[in-house]
Nanobody
Framework: QVQLAESGEGLVQTGGSLRLSCVAS????????MAWYRQAPGKKRELVAS???????DYADAVKGRATISLDNASNTGHLQMDGLKPEDTAVYYC???????????????WGRGTQVTVSS
């Protein structure tokens, strides 16, 4: 079994920065893919950024130029650095990952429980 735990929640002012972390633990051979999603009240969950090993990144247009996603495979920890935060970035941010538990094995998808980011105007 694999668990994803997010951290880094906070209340920041417009223009501020936050760094979210996602630690994968459990039966892990390799974290092959990690993504951050967010869901604002009354809205659908949306993809913010993703990273595919070794370092293939992708960003939603809404955060392009303001977000940086990274993945440290040695520690199975991913980060989402968000700069120039705007009130519309306010949401619960969820970590998502595809994890392989054994060599040559299948990878499975996991979700974290989410962490709240609030940006005040």
């Amino acid at each position: 079994q694999v668990q994803l735990a997010e951290s880094g929640e906070g209340l920041v002012q417009t223009g501020g920065s936050l760094r979210l972390s996602c630690v994968a633990s459990g039966d892990i051979w390799s974290v092959n893919f990690m993504a951050w999603y967010r869901q604002a009240p009354g809205k659908k969950r949306e993809l913010v950024a993703s990273i595919t090993r070794p370092n293939d990144t992708d960003y939603a247009d809404a955060v392009k130029g303001r977000a940086t996603i990274s993945l440290d495979n040695a520690s199975n920890t991913g980060h989402l650095q968000m700069d120039g935060l705007k009130p519309e970035d306010t949401a619960v941010y969820y970590c998502n990952a595809y994890v392989q538990s054994v060599p040559q094995g299948s990878q499975y998808n996991y979700w974290g429980r989410g962490t709240q980011v609030t940006v005040s105007s």
